[in-house]
């Protein structure tokens, strides 16, 4: 299991040996985000671990070429971490039995907590802990396939699909006992979505939930800052953070985090000048990684307005960055940036989705008996939700 030394730090146990997070921070999966080049800028920006984004289990066993470019570690990283989804036990545990002969990572993270519809419709995501013999199949699965190959798995998942059906404490416990190395809790419903704030008090109540079990929680929801991180941990005695939307066009956060934890009070906030240079920096490692500079700088631009939010850059330039169609281009532009302090007050807010609350969507019936054991239509192939 992950334990907390006495310095707060995390543990990891892998095959070949006890792995220590030099930092107790968690890159949280997102989808069209976390790939190889996001990873690495965070990477560099301060240790921690860092996940993948999110692959169905069944696009593995397809071997989807998208899906197996999206599991493609970066250079030198290491531990290489997964996150998984599916909504059958069968496909989970061939797919963690495929990672683990093949070698394709030292840490699977299951999806428990994605609230789209494109998810949730199928039974996953945060709506599949309420069916909790499925959901106890799903883990038992999982971690009974990655126990030859010495592979911890971990879950992630959110406070239940709406106030009316909470499902994390029981979800939690279940998959405590069947061995997960730990439990991360997004502390919003999947009715929420993105929108208002975090209820860190039930990251609280996960903590004691599962001290008798010695599985630590990790907390994540509205952390915008190496403070947050901080407060989160005194608040709430969580075990770690996991960090999603706070990094977007931010990648230095991990740095801000390290040292915010190490009692630095010194806060991590670059100029304009030296934004542009990351961003650029973000610019080589993606084209790269997709080995076309047509195909990574248009992948590049949705990354711009959260580069760029707070800084005063004039909207005719901001329009061009959201065109960019090469790292020439991609220079020129930010060689036009004026230098100028970091807009801590606009910047340090939500950013990336922010989704208004909204029912799920559910398959039909979906909420008629929790200890339904229920088979569900094998996962559709996509490769993030």
């Not at 999966?29 to 920006?45: K, Y």
């Not at 960055?321 to 036009?336: H, K, N, P």
Request: hydrophobic share 40%.
């Amino acid at each position: 299991m992950v334990s907390s030394t006495s310095t707060g730090l995390l543990t990891l146990p892998l095959s070949s040996g006890t792995y220590q997070l030099d930092s107790p921070v968690v890159l949280a999966p997102m989808a069209g985000i976390t790939n190889a080049p996001f990873r690495m800028l965070c990477r560099e920006q301060g240790a921690g671990l860092f996940v993948s984004e999110m692959v169905t289990a069944r696009a593995l066993l397809e071997r989807i070429p998208e899906t197996m470019r999206m599991i493609e570690p970066g250079p030198g990283e290491w531990p290489r971490s997964i996150q998984l989804y599916s909504v059958d036990p069968h496909h989970m545990s061939e797919a963690v039995k495929m990672i683990g002969r093949e070698n394709l990572a030292d840490h699977i993270d299951m999806n428990f907590g994605c609230p789209v519809p494109k998810v949730t419709r199928k039974g996953g995501g945060a709506a599949l802990p309420y069916k909790r013999k499925l959901f106890s199949a799903i883990v038992e699965a999982a971690v009974n396939a990655a126990k030859p190959f010495g592979i911890p798995v971990t879950v992630k998942m959110r406070i239940g699909i709406d106030s009316d059906h909470i499902t994390y404490l029981d979800a939690a416990k279940s998959a405590a006992d069947l061995g997960v190395a730990w439990v991360a809790l997004h502390a919003r419903t999947a009715a929420q979505m993105y929108e208002g704030k975090a209820d860190w008090s039930a990251i609280s109540a996960l903590v004691e939930h599962l001290k008798p079990t010695g599985v630590p929680a990790l907390g994540n929801g509205d952390i915008w800052s190496g403070a947050d991180g901080v407060a989160m941990m005194e608040q709430t005695g969580c075990a770690g953070v996991v960090v999603g939307r706070g990094c977007l066009g931010r990648p230095w956060l991990f740095t801000d985090l390290t040292q915010s934890m190490a009692g630095n009070s010194d806060r991590v906030l670059p100029p304009l000048h030296q934004v542009r240079e990351v961003m650029f920096r973000h610019g080589e490692l993606i084209v790269e990684y997709f080995e076309s500079e047509d195909r990574g700088c248009r992948d590049l631009r949705k990354h711009m307005a959260w580069y760029l939010k707070g800084f005063r850059v004039p909207s005719e330039l901001r329009r061009q960055f959201g065109m960019i169609g090469s790292l020439a281009e991609f220079r020129t532009l930010l060689d036009q940036l004026e230098d100028q302090p970091y807009p801590v007050d606009v910047a340090e807010k939500p950013r990336g989705r922010t989704s208004h609350g909204r029912p799920p969507t559910l398959p039909d019936g979906w909420l008629n008996d929790p200890d339904e054991m229920i088979h569900l239509d094998a996962e559709d192939m996509f490769s993030g939700g």
